[in-house]
């Protein structure tokens, strides 16, 4: 009898951590599926880079004021010059990422420790960081030119172009914004723009609106009543898309005058 009952408990037992196994396993499952998710973005990511490496493209850089987010967006067309990847980097100060997150629950920890967005040391961003992240990027890529908003970025405009880095002013006018912004929605529609499913650009982009004045022209704008949300992936892409049909309008027009000259 004695040993009946003991084997009854040690059953009992057994059936009991089998139970909690089950409802332990329940509550990690979908924690290690967002892990190993996460592992598998970060080697594409990795795979994306090497294969893009000493391809030409054109940058856009949104520079913050000294609290808030940053954005240096590549654009990578293909062959055809008809695709598009994107190649994006971020950065905001530490304390603007703890209060944001504490916040309005803006999962900056989990991106930075994915290597999705770098948080800066302290208060306010690190220019000098964000400089020579810009500069070894220079050095792996065929950036062609780098569109930024001239306001609060003299100096770092000063310091790439000294790098060699050919720096082009990027007035934030509807007037510079229509026709990039335009290309970069069809390139959407159309199913030609990779991002990589990069979750800041993911955040940016669910954020972003845009306004349109009685022309027609277009132009991304933040949501007037939504103080946490940032367009700054969206903006530096269409800066960087902008360089990039540049660049085609004046390979373009020198095609045309070797045709005339034939």
């Known amino acids: 009898q004695i040993k009946k009952t003991e084997a009854e408990r040690k059953l009992r037992a057994t059936e009991q951590n089998t139970q909690q196994t089950e409802v332990i396993l329940r509550e990690i499952t979908p924690h290690l599926k967002f892990l190993r998710s996460q592992e598998k973005k970060q080697q594409e990511r990795g795979v994306i880079e090497e294969e893009l490496r000493g391809r030409e493209c054109g940058a856009g850089l949104d520079l913050s004021s000294k609290y808030d987010l940053t954005a240096f967006v590549m654009a990578f067309p293909d062959e055809t010059r008809k695709k598009f990847t994107l190649l994006s980097r971020f950065w905001i100060p530490e304390d603007t990422a703890a209060t944001y997150e504490k916040k309005y629950g803006i999962p900056f920890s989990v991106w930075a420790r994915h290597n999705y967005i770098t948080l800066t040391p302290g208060a306010s961003v690190d220019y000098d960081l964000i400089e020579t992240s810009i500069q070894a990027d220079s050095e792996k890529f065929g950036i062609r030119s780098v569109a930024y908003d001239p306001w609060n970025a003299n100096a770092t405009r000063t ?28 390139l959407i529609r159309e199913g030609l723009l990779n991002h990589g499913n990069h979750p800041v650009m993911n955040w940016n982009a669910e954020s972003v609106e845009v306004f349109t004045d009685c022309s027609g022209n277009i132009r991304p704008v933040k949501p ?17 898309l902008s360089t990039v049909m540049t660049s085609d309008e004046t390979i373009s027009k020198y095609e045309r005058e070797e045709m005339l000259v034939l």
């Open 159 to 186: 310091r790439l172009d000294a790098y060699g880095l050919q720096m082009v002013e990027f007035f934030q006018s509807l007037k510079n914004f229509n026709e990039p912004c335009k290309e970069f929605g069809r």
């Open 224 to 240: 007037k009543d939504a103080t946490c949300n940032k367009i700054d992936g969206i903006v530096a892409s269409i800066m960087a």
